[in-house]
């Protein structure tokens, strides 16, 4: 009973030398591209986790209100058309 479990594994190793041998059998390896996606993905994430800092916030919040401004100045000169 012994070689019994040899047999099953001298066969399985054959049948997978086989399918190397014949291209059956397919092996991903890690290309570049998967290995820079990878990274990004990760670098993704931290960034979404980090606070924006407060003098881009306050950048934001200057130029918001700086387009409102124009938008109310061009609104009075616009001509009303009716």
């Known amino acids: ?3 019994c479990g040899t047999d099953k594994a001298q066969g399985r190793y054959l049948r997978t030398r086989q399918e190397l041998q014949h291209g059956r059998r397919q092996v991903r390896k890690a ?3 998967n290995l820079i996606r990878g990274a990004l993905r990760d670098l993704y994430a931290q960034v979404l986790a980090e ?6 916030v306050d950048m934001l919040d200057r ?5 409102a401004k124009n938008r109310q100045a061009r609104a009075k000169q616009a001509p009303e058309f009716g």
């Open 1 to 3: 009973m012994l070689g």
């Open 31 to 33: 290309s570049i591209h």
């Open 51 to 56: 606070p924006i800092p407060q003098h881009w």
């Open 63 to 67: 130029l918001a209100a700086q387009d």
